[in-house]
């Protein structure tokens, strides 16, 4: 047995780790109670198998590439960064990416990743043609839209519950440079903030920084950053069409004491942030798509600054209906509680494309919180908030949500056990979240 | 006529061995894989071929098999400009203690098969008057230790054959590269209880194997503290040395 965390570094917990080198090993490796685990960026549970766990980063293999259509069909353990590295230069780019391009194709597909363009471009798993999936009868099954499409919907968004993704075949977006024109609007509230991601919407990609150290009056105070993909005429000359996205030097070598974060800290960084940011805003400026997509991989174990007991991340969604209202409720006591989130991310999503993929059209919250004191029943209530308003948590980031939690938030859930059920009868795929989330005990 | 330069991958289907083949057709050489089971490196030289849009050849060699290797460089198409030795197997010590076969392998694949196979290229290679031989050695070389000696004693004979050819070569235009990664998380190491700080993933291997022929350097410890380490471990006297149990 080994210790394994997800990236918030909570829980820890015993899975035996198997690293198979060949899909025929995947298979043998599969027994009652196996998940697979790419690059481990989920934050909670979810890629830690209930007693084993199947590690596919050693399938990182390109199967082929067309250029003039720009699909591609790779091994499940290739990391976006690879792809981006790889296919930047050559002017593609996943259509999607989550804030770290440290995950892999499979747990991309597991989780729906979404980014900033999803409330104009859908999720990930909009750009998967089709899939190679391992189930856990032991069938190697194809699943796109028209073949096995009910596998292939459970599959995205399904948090690899119904078997192990062996290879992917996706579309990367054809770009002339691997820059984004970036615009910064600053927000002096959560009503301006919501009113200018509103008004955003035909911009490709969208997010909002919020300061959850503010209260009163700039309680939701935002900058918002808006993206294009920039042309290569709007580069300066004698710079590369396509940046250096470098290796992180500069790392968190140690677990920082957990009060290195505290309410004095963060609302220093918070109020120079949005100073800094607000001076910027207005005008646009070109930056290389690292820093504008990844701002936190240039600090490599970043998760380390939360301190040895791990952090929580806190994202739920809120239909668009309920959402001012709620959002200024969970915000409210995020500030009055004064344990600082030092991320807090807005931003609105679309219909997500998975039966049990994360977004619905609404604004998505996401909130760090160090795992210590009351915390966990701090989140319980916020959760209560999140569920009266029909909303609900992302599973890839979750490591403590209850059962009612999820079962409100995810109606869908009898249809994708239906669906689990047919391809796994004995139920051999099992993670720690859906022995934690719905597994039957 | 390309004007491309050709690298040349011996034991290509091994973490390094990836990693090495995918750091030189990313600088723009085409690439040929050589390996014991060729059906087993078409993945590699499609995942090639996809990402960088070189050309990939691929070749059996058995390294065992030293008989076929005149035959093996003399059957190539044509003579390639860099040729890096990846192969070797770290068996385990326990075993290979009585039993002579296990010994006999570890012995012949770190040491007489690479060391052979490179002899004939450099021959080739001086004959030209150009190119560069590359030979992933090991730290364990540096000095036998009671855990591992019969892979260490092989490779040390290794490093020895390639500072030797290194010297003799370099008068010919040829230049000689001895690797030494150091802890590298590969599947060879899958189990091993590995020191963090001084191990590295397999690509930083490949890229430091690209970057020493770029540069034509002569010993390359993949992470600069092992040669510090090493510096230590050779210094200790025999008698301390010898109550150490690493």
Redesign the interface.
Known sequence: MTLVSGWGRFPVVDSDVL?P?SFAAVGEAVSSGTVARGNGRAYGDAAIGAVRTVAMT?FD?????DPVTGR?RLEAGVLLSDLID??GPRGFLPFVVPGTRFVSIGGAIAADVHGKNHHCEGGFGRYVDSLLLRTGQGEVIEASCEQNSDAFFATIGGMGLTGIILEATMRLRRVETGWIRERVISASDLDAAMRALEASNAATYSVAWIDCVARGRDLGRSLIYLGEHAGRDELADGIDAFPVGKRSTLGVPIDLPSMTLNRTSVRAFNELYYRMGARRAGGSHVVSLYPYFFPLDSLKEWNRIYGKRGFLQHQCVIPEAGARAVLGEILDRVARRGEASFLAVLKKLGQGDGILSFPLPGYTLALDFPVKGDILNFLDEIDRLVVAAGGRLYLAKDARQSRATFAAGYPALQRFNAIRKSLDPAGNIRSKLSQRLFDEV | MTSRKTAMVLGGSSDIGRAAARAFAKCGYDIVLAGRDVAALEPDAADLRARYNVEVGLHRFDVLDTASFQSFVGGLPALPDVVVSIIGLLGVQANAESDLAHATAIMRSNYEGPALILGLFAERFLARGSGTLVGVSSVAGDRGRASNYVYGSAKAGFSAFLSGLRARASRGGVHVVTVKPGFVRTKMTEGMRLIGPLTVEAPVVGDAILNAVENKTDVVYVSGKWRLVMLIIKALPEAVFKKLKF
């Open positions: 690293r080198r050693g293999r390109i199967r082929w590439f591609i790889t296919f």
